[in-house]
């Protein structure tokens, strides 16, 4: 009795705090927030220094499922896979079997791509995101239920790059994941804190019963959970393939919850889930100079948008004096606003200049506007001049940086590097979620960068279960919330990212891989869960690497920053006053958010691969 008081009072007290220190948190059930998934803290990492293959994920369990695959003389491929059905066990916020997901894939020669990105149900209308009014939904009527869950593509993805680059067989990538749901799981204090805030998940009865106890409070830390429902799954999926999810029961319950949803239905078939196929993409690749070397920096092409929009940045920084600009030295006791004790001891190390902090804003509001307008499914959309390298031509990029003054121009407006008549409107400002990331390097000479996403953070707030008497079960995405609600804009032309059945919607995840131009060696594998936010994460730390010459980690760690073509957003709590309004002074409108990056990242150095793993969640690296 005592024990359940405690945890009433300690979790209202919790809900409380992170009510107070975000803007927006998911108990605004008609607000979308700015970051996908709340704060939880920030733990100091050292990064870790390796010689053969290494490993690096958003928990630990996922990070040593990853680990004993590698050990067993598993594949980067393999390593990824298993690493994803643990990541789905203890972090299903973020992404699992019923989410989608991007991989790049390198074997010592070359890049390849592969798209599971959901897709649009076929009866899906551009009207879907609409409500009864004419006007966009509010985010979560359109999020709770089933109407934005589209048809799930990671698993389907995962099993083509298994055929070709696979070393161990399928079932055997699925043991450490069917063992951890089966034995249990200690709930981390990440997985509470997220819980403590969220308010729909409760209206799912079969999450209802998994996450909280009899008094609606999440299971504490520590707590053991098991999910047999999810082991039994997994074993169905191991034995039988993708179609084992994607055809049968388990894709008979998953319609089930889509169109049975009592208030909120979705059009999610049988066909559906059927016909889906991932997709080999040809990589989008680009050069870079940076800090007297030649790199070359491959991404996802749409309709993933991070790739384009990072090279955009970088590009366009290069047409400025943005590399002249070094690190700043500050130091916490006499000017960061650290509040909250302890404060990182991180802060007391570098961090941008306000001059180069107004030089890269810029270039993302600038690079954000291109997005808005043209970025969407390519089997769907056309580029602009007829391709998507048309957006990195050095000379293109050269006029967009002639448009950077002393002053922000707060809202870019999108470029036009086919110099003809845009067919589109651009797509309104809107909020994007979810996503986890992993980077591998095995010891054959393999490298991977995969970002896996359910979307917002919890999906569509709907667990699957068969119905067989087990408890648990996986959630479903809401990843149709990233197409556009609006199918048009103020002048009648369609937008270029609305809604449209079969369809894949505009993504930001930013799986990268670079290379040394010279010699065509891996430089790094990174990437970052965040939402729209990921493209400036990811930019971040390509640019704290390549120019500043910082390791892994310490990139990782620096502040947070950016802007999606408004305001221009601080990480809170880690610049000091004298940035803030060198850059108001400059004409920015400065928000200072939680910024809850996820980046993990492993880069080749002399003597092995060095990790990195990002301080404001739990993430870390293992490998031998």
């Known amino acids: 009795m005592y024990p359940n008081l405690i945890r009433r009072f300690a979790s209202a007290g919790l809900a409380l705090l992170l009510a107070a220190g975000s803007p927006a948190t998911h108990a605004d059930a008609d607000t979308q927030p700015e970051q996908p998934e709340a704060g939880s803290g920030y733990k100091a990492k050292p990064g870790w220094a390796t010689s053969r293959f290494s490993v690096a994920a958003a928990n630990p369990l996922a990070t040593d499922a990853g680990y004993q695959i590698l050990k067993a003389g598993g594949s980067a491929v393999d390593a990824a896979i298993a690493v994803q059905m643990v990541l789905g066990l203890v972090e299903p916020q973020s992404s699992g079997i019923a989410g989608g997901a991007f991989l790049l894939h390198f074997d010592g020669k070359a890049v390849e791509a592969f798209d599971g990105r959901e897709t649009a149900p076929a009866a899906a209308g551009e009207n879907l995101l609409m409500g009864a009014d004419g006007k966009p939904l509010a985010f979560y009527d359109a999020v709770v239920g089933g109407r934005a869950v589209g048809t799930p593509g990671a698993l389907r993805m995962l099993e083509m790059a298994h055929r070709q680059h696979g070393r161990l067989p399928w079932a055997q990538l699925f043991e450490p994941a069917i063992a951890l749901a089966g034995n249990g799981f200690t709930v981390s204090a990440r997985l509470h804190t997220l819980l403590a805030s969220e308010?729909?998940?409760?209206?799912?009865?079969?999450?209802?019963?998994?996450?909280?106890?009899?008094?609606?409070?999440?299971?504490?830390?520590?707590?053991?959970?098991?999910?047999?429902?999810?082991?039994?799954?997994?074993?169905?999926?191991?034995?039988?393939?993708?179609?084992?999810?994607?055809?049968?029961?388990?894709?008979?319950?998953?319609?089930?919850?889509?169109?049975?949803?009592?208030?909120?239905?979705?059009?999610?078939?049988m066909a559906d889930l059927a016909a889906y196929q991932a997709k080999?993409?040809?990589?989008?690749?680009?050069?870079?100079?940076a800090a007297g070397k030649n790199y070359r920096i491959c991404g996802m092409p749409p309709p993933g948008s991070g790739a384009l929009a990072i090279g955009q940045i970088l590009g366009i920084l290069n047409n400025t004096a943005a590399a002249t600009l070094p690190l700043?030295?500050?130091?916490?006791?006499?000017?960061?606003?650290?509040?909250?004790?302890?404060?990182?001891?991180?802060?007391?190390?570098?961090?941008?200049?306000?001059?180069?902090l107004h030089l890269y804003t810029e270039a993302a509001r600038l690079a954000y506007a291109d997005r808005a307008q043209y970025l969407g499914d390519p089997d769907f959309v056309r580029p602009p001049a007829g391709r998507w390298m048309s957006l990195l031509e050095p000379a293109y990029l050269a006029s967009r940086a002639n448009r950077?003054?002393?002053?922000?121009?707060?809202?870019?407006?999108?470029?036009?590097?086919?110099?003809?008549?845009?067919?589109h409107a651009p797509m309104a400002e809107q909020y994007e979620y979810g996503t986890s990331h992993i980077s591998v390097v095995d010891a054959y000479g393999n490298a991977i960068a995969m970002t896996t996403t359910i979307e917002d953070a919890w999906g569509a707030r709907q667990m699957v279960n068969r119905g067989k008497g087990l408890a648990g079960g996986f959630l479903l995405n809401n990843e149709l919330t990233d197409f556009s609600f609006a199918p048009t804009g103020a002048d009648g032309k369609p937008v270029a990212n609305r809604v449209q059945g079969g369809k894949r919607p505009r993504s930001s995840m930013s799986p990268t891989l670079v290379f040394d131009k010279a010699t065509g060696q891996l430089v790094m594998t990174t990437g970052s869960p965040g939402g729209a936010v990921i493209i400036n994460?990811?930019?971040?730390?390509?640019?704290?690497?390549?120019?500043?010459?910082?390791?892994?980690?310490?990139?990782?760690?620096?502040?947070?920053?950016?802007?999606?073509?408004?305001?221009?957003?601080?990480?809170?709590?880690?610049?000091?006053?004298a940035t803030i309004d060198a850059l108001r002074a400059r004409g920015h409108e400065?928000?200072?958010?939680?910024?809850?990056?996820?980046?993990q990242g492993i880069q080749r150095t002399p003597d092995g691969l060095f990790g990195g793993a990002d301080p404001r969640r739990e993430g870390i690296v293992m490998g031998d």
């Open 328 to 356: 700043q030295k500050t130091i916490t006791d006499t000017g960061i606003r650290c509040i909250r004790a302890p404060c990182p001891s991180e802060l007391e190390n570098v961090m941008p200049s306000p001059e180069w």
């Open 537 to 577: 994460f990811t930019a971040k730390t390509l640019y704290g690497v390549l120019n500043w010459g910082l390791n892994m980690q310490q990139a990782i760690n620096l502040p947070n920053f950016g802007s999606l073509n408004g305001p221009t957003l601080l990480e809170e709590k880690r610049f000091p006053a």
């Open 280 to 289: 080999k993409r040809d990589p989008l690749c680009y050069d870079y100079a």
């Open 404 to 423: 950077i003054g002393l002053r922000s121009m707060k809202v870019a407006t999108p470029g036009n590097p086919g110099a003809t008549a845009l067919s």
């Open 590 to 599: 400065v928000r200072e958010r939680t910024m809850t990056s996820g980046l």
């Open 199 to 269: 308010v729909h998940l409760k209206k799912d009865p079969v999450a209802f019963t998994y996450f909280y106890d009899a008094l609606s409070l999440p299971w504490p830390v520590g707590h053991v959970l098991k999910n047999p429902e999810f082991a039994a799954v997994l074993r169905v999926i191991a034995a039988g393939g993708s179609r084992a999810l994607h055809e049968g029961e388990v894709a008979q319950a998953i319609i089930s919850k889509v169109q049975g949803h009592p208030t909120n239905p979705g059009l999610l078939s």
